[in-house]
């Protein structure tokens, strides 16, 4: 395949390039100077009997806005674009597909939105994205279109995430714009590069899709997974009013974000090698369920499996029973065998914050709480759990009934495993 690249000297263009060439595919690096009135000429030969263009031009987004860089971010965007669909409209031999790129800044920042959402945000992102797109939709109707909304491009070896570790790493201090809790949304460069292809391959794909990944997280949920990745001490939130003064008006685009779904990729059979930042940064994932019902989950839980841990270090046949008491706290009482003996234990915990409903305290001893993070859980019926904390030191696998059915206890085995805990030191209780 002979593939067009505007922006292939971008840092997102040269991956593409690279990935390209190694599929042997022909890769027609479209540079700047092709964009000019007096070089339309050469820009429609260059294109002419290409099977694919990919257009990625535009100007960096995250410096300061002036009002002449603004102008720069809309010229570098849409003037390229339309001189580029004008171009495909003269050849004689037009590409099969057109790939142009956009951003989820095109939505609010409010809710969550994929592709079949109509909604579209405000300010001077939101426009920009729309004019960006509205230049694409003028390719003639012959050329399949793909309009790719991407989140921010991640990459341990570059782009966006080295900007974040290189601080870092010599501060020893992971950050976050504010509180953090603005919508993050990303995709891994890698995967990147295999949805542009798995696109391309699939002639059947147009319009709309949104290239991110499909774990949400906040900007806060990523600043602590590099502060685990890179050994940082500490998380510490700037505020945005620091930011404002060194990009202004531009702050907008890191100190908000967009909660962004890529249904269109998922439903397709797009399989992701790298769905979770932990998994781009080699860590374990602790990400708790979104949503408990504290009342559901109380009663009794049998232990099917754990990391053998010093309290219960030699306990067979334990269970962990919750009460929840009128002042909303919880009474937690853990028992089981050790050496043929009962051992009881009475804690109490609590859900200390309501955003983050899946993590929950217990203490056993006066006020030292630990962490009870709930990772996987039946959903529909509350009869069985994956459970661990904010280290790989902690697992348990939990059950309504002393035996948990081989499929179900398999596929939390597997749960276990994608989210990178070494399930070969489980230790089965029951």
Same mark, same amino acid.
């Given at each position: ?14 991956? /593409? ?16 100077? =092709? ?98 797109? #509205? ?14 909304? /991407? ?71 990523? #600043? ?40 269109? /990729? ?75 003996? /009962? ?5 109490? #915990? ?24 709930? =990772? ?55």
């Amino acid at each position: 395949m002979k593939i067009a690249i505007s922006g292939a000297s971008g840092y997102i263009g040269q991956h /593409l390039t690279s990935y390209f060439s190694r599929q042997k595919h022909e890769v027609v690096p479209l540079g700047r100077e =092709l964009f000019q009135s007096r070089s339309f000429k050469v820009l429609v030969q260059r294109i002419e009997g290409c099977s694919a263009i990919i257009n990625l031009a535009g100007a960096p987004i995250n410096k300061r806005w002036t009002t002449a860089y603004k102008q720069e971010l809309h010229d570098s965007r849409i003037l390229v674009t339309r001189q580029l669909v004008n171009a495909i409209k003269a050849c004689t031999d037009k590409p099969h597909t057109f790939i142009s790129t956009s951003a989820v800044g095109y939505y609010p920042t409010e809710g969550i939105h994929d592709e079949y959402s109509k909604a579209k945000g405000t300010g001077f992102l939101a426009g920009l994205c729309t004019d960006w797109e #509205a230049e694409a939709a003028q390719c003639p109707p012959e050329v399949r279109r793909v309009i790719a909304r /991407l989140g921010v491009v991640l990459s341990v070896n570059g782009g966006a995430l080295k900007q974040m570790i290189q601080p870092l790493e010599l501060t020893r201090t992971a950050a976050t714009i504010g509180n953090g809790r603005q919508p993050f949304a990303w995709i891994g460069l890698q995967d990147l590069c295999r949805a542009v292809d798995f696109i391309l391959q699939h002639k059947e794909l147009e319009g709309i899709f949104n290239l991110t990944a499909p774990q949400f997280i906040t900007q806060k949920h990523l #600043a602590q997974a590099l502060r685990r990745a890179y050994g940082a001490w500490m998380v510490l939130p700037i505020p945005v009013f620091f930011f404002k003064m060194l990009y202004g008006e531009g702050a907008s685009s890191l100190s908000k974000g967009q909660q962004v779904r890529p249904s269109k /990729l998922l439903n397709a059979a797009f399989t992701y090698n790298i769905p979770t930042v932990e998994k781009l940064l080699n860590i374990t994932n602790y990400e708790t369920i979104d949503e408990l019902d504290v009342q559901r989950y109380m009663g009794k839980w049998y232990e099917i499996a754990r990391f053998e841990n010093k309290f219960e270090k030699g306990i067979t046949k334990a269970t962990a029973t919750y009460t929840l008491q009128s002042n909303g706290h919880i009474r937690v009482e853990n028992a089981g065998y050790r050496n043929g003996v /009962l051992k009881k234990a009475i804690g109490r #915990a609590k859900q200390p914050d309501k955003a983050e409903r899946g993590k929950l305290k217990v203490a056993f001893f006066l006020w030292f709480y630990a962490d009870y993070y709930i =990772l996987e859980l039946d959903r529909k019926n509350y009869n069985y759990a994956l459970v661990g904390s904010n280290s790989d030191d902690y697992l348990w696998i939990l059950s309504r009934t002393p035996q948990l059915p081989k499929e179900t206890q398999d596929q939390l085995l597997q749960d276990a495993a994608r989210r990178g805990y070494a399930i070969d030191k489980l230790i089965f209780c029951q």
